[in-house]
């Protein structure tokens, strides 16, 4: 077995211990505490890591400076930035999705068990009970997928795909939005994070991204 499947499998020897029985009467979490506990750390993670991608790669950073000062020039985009006209921003949607891409915010999602019987899976025979799990770092770094420099980030990866080849493009976001789960099973807080992660990056680029004294050498908390 290689040592890509040992790492996102694990096998149900030890069942984890049964949750506590919540008390009569204890009031169950809503949807809003549900989707602001999902789209809250990990999309702050998304974040940073993003910001810091940018930060180290001028050229990334002064494209999408451009592109938003462009757009405000134009009136292309209020303040603060809608949804919607950030989706129409081609370069921003680049690099939101190679930070996602490149810094995935969780390793795996819920795990799935085999069902009876079991079920072979690319030659190998899981039996029925295994918990599978998918290996997002392995998938989002993978050169077959993103070519040979996936493990650096260069947004400009989705510019170009999106121009030669919009089936490929597509089928790379499908791939990147994996890191919410899929199907019944998709993250709740996923439309919360999209939303967060297309507003800040603007947001930011008009307080602190345009001054030259938000740089890596001598960045402060007082530089914003």
């Not at 009031?27 to 809003?32: A, D, E, I, L």
Request: charged content about 15%; some cysteine; proline content about 9%.
């Amino acid at each position: 077995m290689s040592w890509q499947l040992r790492c996102v499998l694990k096998f149900n020897f030890f069942p984890p211990p049964p949750a506590p029985p919540v008390p009569e009467g204890s009031p169950s979490p809503t949807n809003y505490d549900l989707i602001s506990m999902a789209g809250s750390d990990t999309t702050a993670n998304s974040i940073r890591l993003t910001l810091l991608a940018l930060l180290t790669t001028p050229s990334a950073l002064s494209r999408l400076q451009s592109e938003i000062t462009h757009a405000i020039s134009h009136n292309l985009i209020s303040s603060p930035i809608s949804n919607s006209e950030a989706l129409s921003l081609p370069y921003l949607q680049a690099v939101i999705y190679e930070g996602i891409r490149l810094y995935p915010p969780t390793n795996s999602t819920f795990d799935k068990q085999v069902p009876p019987g079991g079920v072979t899976l690319h030659n190998y025979y899981l039996p029925e009970g295994t918990q599978l799990l998918n290996n997002t770092i392995h998938m989002m770094h993978s050169t077959e997928i993103f070519g040979p420099d996936a493990d650096l980030f260069r947004p400009e990866r989705w510019i170009d795909m999106s121009e030669s080849d919009p089936t490929r493009h597509k089928e790379w976001i499908g791939i990147v939005d994996l890191v919410f789960g899929y199907g019944k099973y998709v993250c709740l807080g996923k439309a919360l994070a999209m939303m967060e992660l297309n507003k800040v990056f603007v947001e930011v680029r008009s307080s602190c991204l345009g001054r030259r004294d938000f740089r890596m050498r001598g960045l402060t908390e007082s530089s914003c």
